[in-house]
């Protein structure tokens, strides 16, 4: 006797549909991955920027009460509440990724971004001013821009603002 074998087939691999489908996923998670990492990283920047302020701020009043006293390493010196900086001048000092002083930079240099000072790389900046209040107390309102990255321009660049009072 002779057996007669049934050949049967499977179907192997994915239809259309399934095909479709699976497309439609990945096109919808893969820019919220990709827009999840890019938040990731602006999150690091931030917190590494209130990380160096620890070290960055201090260093600025220094310089500020430095200038008071007559012997600025940066800027001009000035006088007890006499408001800074003067006009067509910008006070901005930069720093590197840990936080070390590199020097002060030119308005040019700020507004558009810089990437090195002196061959050490800018990561950085601190732009600082003093604004005589509106009450006659004799205190000026002092303000303190940590600005970066440095290499942008300065529209572009995230901020983090300290306040205070100085005489």
């Known amino acids: 006797?002779?057996?007669?074998?049934?050949?049967?087939?499977?179907?192997?691999?994915?239809?259309?549909?399934?095909?479709?489908?699976?497309?439609?996923?990945?096109?919808?998670?893969?820019?919220?991955?990709f827009g999840s990492m890019a938040?990731?990283?602006?999150?690091?920047?931030?917190?590494?920027?209130?990380?160096?302020?620890a070290w960055i701020i201090p260093t600025c009043l220094q310089e500020i009460e430095d200038s008071r006293a007559g012997i600025p390493q940066y800027f001009?010196?000035?006088e007890t509440g006499q408001t800074f900086p003067p006009e067509n001048e910008t006070w901005a000092l930069a720093f590197s990724n840990?936080?070390?002083?590199?020097?002060?930079?030119?308005?040019a240099q700020y507004e558009?971004?810089?990437r090195d000072l002196e061959g050490r790389t800018i990561s950085h900046l601190a732009k600082m001013s003093a604004t005589k209040p509106e009450e006659n107390d004799g205190m000026l309102k002092l303000r303190i821009t940590l600005e970066y990255p440095a290499t942008v321009p300065a529209?572009?660049?995230?901020?983090?603002?300290?306040?205070?009072?100085?005489?």
């Open 39 to 53: 938040e990731a990283g602006k999150s690091g920047a931030s917190a590494e920027a209130e990380t160096r302020s």
């Open 112 to 114: 558009s971004g810089i």
């Open 76 to 78: 001009a010196a000035t």
């Open 155 to 167: 529209g572009k660049r995230s901020k983090l603002d300290f306040h205070s009072r100085i005489p």
């Open 1 to 33: 006797m002779k057996n007669s074998s049934v050949k049967i087939f499977h179907r192997s691999g994915s239809t259309l549909v399934e095909t479709s489908v699976a497309m439609g996923i990945l096109a919808l998670a893969v820019p919220l991955v």
């Open 98 to 107: 840990e936080g070390s002083c590199m020097g002060r930079i030119s308005i």
